[in-house]
């Protein structure tokens, strides 16, 4: 939840169209893939037992259920898969999707990651105030 939260902050790393695209998105825009992993392996090796959450793409429609197909053309040609690359670089977000999960839906906007966590203390330490009182006096 925080991570896709903090995709969507101005210090996030990532295009502005990639942020726009995770405060846009809800849980089921997404798709659970390793379809990016697989593209940029020869780059940014990831570990076989990960995968990634993102905001439905070209890039998922046409690779999702045929992975090991996508693993065989890389493999065959490290320079397979040059769009979702300059999808990367340009902002593409309908070629490349935002890397978000489920939580997508909960995101309102881009914020300074300081004022995220900021907002997210606060909301934690009101639940808290509410709530404790409550589950310590079931515990006496």
Same mark, same amino acid.
């Given at each position: 939840l925080i991570g896709s939260r903090l995709y969507a902050s101005d210090e996030a790393a990532v295009h502005q169209n990639?942020?726009?695209?995770?405060?846009?998105?809800?849980?089921?825009? +997404? &798709? *659970? /893939?390793?379809?990016?992993?697989?593209?940029?392996?020869?780059?940014?090796?990831?570990?076989?037992?990960?995968?990634?959450? +993102? &905001? *439905? /793409?070209?890039?998922?429609?046409?690779w999702h259920g045929r992975e090991r197909e996508l693993r065989e053309a890389v493999e065959a040609d490290p320079e397979f898969g040059g769009e979702p690359f300059e999808g990367l670089a340009t902002g593409d977000a309908r070629v490349v999707g935002a890397i978000v999960g489920e939580a997508a839906g909960l995101i309102r906007g881009i914020a300074t990651a300081g004022s995220i966590i900021e907002t997210l203390v606060a909301e934690a330490e009101a639940v808290l105030r509410e709530k404790a009182p409550t589950w310590l006096s079931d515990r006496l």
């Open positions: 990639f942020k726009a695209g995770a405060v846009a998105a809800n849980g089921d825009d +997404t &798709v *659970r /893939s390793r379809v990016l992993d697989i593209m940029y392996h020869p780059l940014m090796p990831w570990p076989e037992r990960y995968n990634v959450r +993102t &905001v *439905r /793409s070209e890039i998922n429609e046409t």
